[in-house]
């Protein structure tokens, strides 16, 4: 979509380059995230999606240098605003970490203390990284409740998380992300328990933070449809790796990888009502034991002998990149 | 019998003859009984109750044979307790299901037993539907061989023909369920229910868990196997997409109550109940980019405690007073299209059903 306007202006807010996260097992090392790289820039949402074991929440929790042993980053670059996280000293990281980096989980008790008040908890985050009275710090945990959509702010302060519904839960830990206005917010698959209606409003409130704040996003998903509608790109992971990248448009629109071209053909609403879905035989390979080259190519329908190799990420079309030998290219357009 | 099979199912001929199940005013209620402090407090007339939730009320619903009915609706909305009374494994407080016309509790001996064993459940999570040590060939195996379906000296074989038919190897049969991935232990679940062999399946978030590559080989297998076997589906999921690809038919429910119900190919074109297009606005499309995601406002209210007259007024944009005072009746709007909604009776708004 955008290629390198901004590149000579201020640093993206993050730019992931060649990110390795290894777990070191006794069983073997575990390639969980391979030579990974992605930009999200300010006010951007990129969509990280993937299926089980894949990698996505690995990528997502290394952006956050929270990646317990045995795992480990062994190699690439964290750029955050052009500071690499990988090298920070941990002092650093929780400086930053839930004030100008924060996440968002799943399950939203991760984020939550069961034992303590919502507003306990709120001041706390406020005052921990800030020297702010206690009266200012509720004063904008109320402003930031009030932003995520929970009615009655005052009164649900007081709240234990247990008196609040899944959505509701889901809004508070949202909220507490937000309290420091981060410039980067990782989100992992943080609808995925939630109802569709609660889903709609969250991800409309989402888009209006991405282009309200300036706040770069990452939303770690499963759901192709999720991210078609809120992300402005894609990156599909395969295996660790990363397939396909590029805008929401060309992703979904003109799919290079044999796998996202599989992943869309499987979803029930691109199907004719009633006849079988296209899908993808097999299943998703160990990370343990990969074969040599594609790790997807004993699935692909499209694989030749040359996939044996390790493909490159290739810019195939212009801000439009696979890791693949033989992407799937319209009649008219030559392969670069 | 199968002259329908895969297709959209013929209009009833004969009332009763080709319905498998029909839900007739069936509710379900839990109790929460008051503990003994409770009790001696409500004794000396502190005002506490037992708390009762209307998980299922008053639902009629019919499935003929060979038809695929989808259920959808939220959390806390009564379809998986609905989708238990139907595949007989949970009794209802109130009202009757009939098994093939005839009252299931009024069956006896061999007739009761096979009515069980023709309506089978698949669940979400096979994990826990699965007994973590036992072989899938004993999970596959022990009903059949208990009802007299096979004899032990072809058992071995009779197990090895359901796995392949659910698309499992053979060669796999001495291993436990935690040795399978998530795909493979859906298709054990499946193996299982299809070894007594029943006519009628309820699938209750069968695909929920699975991913997207794994989903579409699970559901391309039900599809089969209701050409294959004849089989009738209850399907009953959250997720739209896949219940507009596999149903004929779609019910939709709201705290408890059916709010409406239609083919699905009227339902997904001309919603009537604002619940179900609303629902319908809310999720999210591939197609749909940069969407502005429609929003309902509020949240589901709890089933303790629901809203009076219509369970949906104080979400919906239409909402007016007699919504609130009284329970709007599930009627029919279309030929097959029913609907639970006031706005129904009012000649002006005969607008919202396009």
Redesign the interface.
Known sequence: MEPNVAATAAPPTLQVRNLRTHFLTRAGVVPAVDDVSFTVRRGKVLGLVG??GSGKTVTGFSVMRLVDEPGRIVGGEILFNGRDLVRAPEEEMRQLRGNRIAMIFQDPMMTLNPVLRIDTQMIETMQAHTKVSREDARQRARDTLGMVGIPSPDERLKAYPHQF????RQRVAIAIALLHRPELIVADEPTTAL???????I??EV?KLAATTGTAIIWIT?????V???ADDIAVMYAGRIAEYGS??DV?DHPLHPYTV??????????R??E?????PG??PSLMNLPPGCPFQARCPRAADICRQDPPMAEILPAHEARCFRPHLAENEVAA | MSAAV?QAPPPAAMPGADRIIEVVGVSRRFAKRLDFAGRILAKLGVPLRDEVVHAVDGVDLTIRRGEVVGLVG??GCGKSTLGRMVAGILPPSDGTILWKGRDRTALQGKEAREAVLQAQMIFQDPMSSLNPRLKVAEIIGEAPLYHGLTRRSGLAEYVDEQMRRAGLDPAFKARYPHQF???QRQRIGIARALAVQPEFLVCDESVAAL???????I??LF??LRRELNLTYLFIS?D???V???SDRVVIMYLGRVVEEAP?ETVFARANHPYTQ??L????????????????KG??PSPLNPPSGCHFHPRCPHAFDRCRAEVPVLREVAPGHRSRCHLNDEPGRAGLAA
């Open positions: 299926e089980s519904s899944g959505g509701m109802d569709v209606t609660i889903q709609g409003q991800l409309a888009q499963h759901d192709l449809s999720v078609a509608g809120l929401v448009e979904l599989g992943l869309l053909g499987s979803v029930p609403s691109r199907n009502r009633g079988p879905l296209r899908q993808i299943m998703t | 895969g939220e959390s991935s998530g795909g991913d997207v590559s794994i989903q579409a080989q559901l391309n599809m089969r959250h739209l997409g896949v507009e690809h596999l699905t609303s629902l606005a809310s999720v999210p499309r591939i197609e749909a980019r940069k969407k502005a995601f429609a929003t309902v949240e589901i």
